[in-house]
C-alpha cells in the first residue's frame, strides 16, 4: 500500500469555506498526538523511515492507538511512501514494549486536524503545536502504477480550493518541528 500526500501551508478559515463551496463532507476534527521513535539498529533520520504510536481523541466517539511504520519517500514530487498502519489496543503497553526492545521516544508532534473527503481523496487541514497550519490531500493506492494519476489528483484537489501545488511541503511535521 502506498500513501500519496501532498501537504502545503495555508489559511485554514479560507480553505475549509472553499471545502464547503465545492461539497466536500465533513468527517469531523480530531487531536492528534504522534510520538515518533528512534530504532537501536539504525537511525530512521539517514533512512527517511518513521515509527510512531498516534493517540487520535475525536470530538465524539472513542479515542483511538494505531501504530505506523512509513518507509522513505519514492519519489520527487510529493510525500508519496509505502505505509504500513494497525490498530493498537494499549499506546502505553506498546511504549513499554518499544523502549524495552531498545526503541526510544525521538520527538511528539501535536496537531489539531479537521477531516473532509472530496472526489476519493482525504483533505486534512492542520493546526500543528510549534509548527503553523498547513493542508494535506492524501489518498492511498495499492501499486506503483496508480502514483502518477494519484498525485495529479491530489493537485487538482488543492487547486480547486485555491492552493498551488508548487507550494508543497515534502518535510514532515516532526521534520519542520525538530528543524534543520
Known amino acids: 500500500m502506498y500513501e500519496v500526500e501532498v501537504k502545503v501551508p495555508a489559511d485554514l478559515e479560507a480553505v475549509r469555506a472553499r471545502l464547503d463551496d465545492r461539497g466536500a463532507t465533513s468527517r469531523g476534527a480530531v487531536v492528534q498526538k504522534d510520538t515518533y521513535y528512534d530504532a537501536p ?31 522513505p519517500l519514492i519519489d520527487d514530487e510529493s510525500k508519496t511512501r509505502e505505509e504500513i498502519e494497525t490498530d493498537v489496543g494499549d499506546g502505553e503497553k506498546l511504549d513499554a514494549i518499544l523502549r524495552n526492545l531498545g526503541f526510544e521516544p525521538a520527538a511528539t508532534v501535536r496537531k489539531e486536524r479537521d477531516r473532509y473527503a472530496l472526489e476519493g481523496y482525504a483533505i486534512t487541514l492542520d493546526s500543528v ?12 493506492v495499492e501499486s506503483e502504477n496508480e502514483l502518477e494519476s494519484a498525485r495529479e489528483g491530489a493537485y487538482a484537489i488543492l487547486e480547486g480550493v485555491g492552493l498551488d501545488p508548487d507550494d508543497q511541503v ?10 534543520p
Open 41 to 71: 539498529h539504525r537511525s530512521f533520520a539517514d533512512t527517511d523511515e518513521a515509527l510512531r504510536i498516534r493517540s487520535e481523541r475525536p470530538k465524539t466517539g472513542d479515542d483511538k492507538t494505531r501504530i505506523t511504520y512509513k518507509g
Open 129 to 140: 503545536d510549534d509548527v503553523g497550519e498547513y493542508v494535506e490531500v492524501e489518498t492511498e
Open 170 to 179: 515534502r518535510t514532515s511535521y516532526l521534520g519542520l518541528l525538530l528543524g
